[in-house]
Nanobody
Framework: QVQLVESGGGSVQAGGSLRLSCTTS????????MGWFRQVTGKEREGVAT???????EYANSVKGRFSISQDNVKNTLYLQMNSLNPEDSAMYYC???????????????????WGKGTLVTISS
């Protein structure tokens, strides 16, 4: 059974940084991507950053240059380093994984097969 568990959310002031972590278990695919999505109540879930099995990363335009996605295969953990945070980054952040897509497709929520329960990020001005 695949499990994705996020951590690292919290409340910080604008300009600050946070690092989100997603610990995975039971997920083993040769072709895959994993990523971070975020959602604000009343809005669609938005792809933020993804990393695929070819090592390719994709970012939403709104976070390019500020966010960085990485993974530690030994620890089975996916990270999202978020810098220069602003109030518009406030959202519930979800970790997700796909068993078949790669590249830019992975920024689409419909491409994901597995989801974590989310971690809340709140940025105050």
């Amino acid at each position: 059974q695949v499990q994705l568990v996020e951590s690292g959310g919290g409340s910080v002031q604008a300009g600050g940084s946070l690092r989100l972590s997603c610990t995975t278990s039971g997920y083993h695919h040769s072709t895959y991507c994993m990523g971070w999505f975020r959602q604000v109540t009343g809005k669609e879930r938005e792809g933020v950053a993804t990393l695929d099995s070819d090592g390719r990363t994709e970012y939403a335009n709104s976070v390019k240059g500020r966010f960085s996605i990485s993974q530690d295969n030994v620890k089975n953990t996916l990270y999202l380093q978020m810098n220069s945070l602003n109030p518009e980054d406030s959202a519930m952040y979800y970790c997700a994984a796909s068993a078949g897509y790669k590249g830019a497709w992975c920024l689409r929520s419909y491409a994901m097969d597995y989801w974590g329960k989310g971690t809340l990020v709140t940025i105050s001005s």
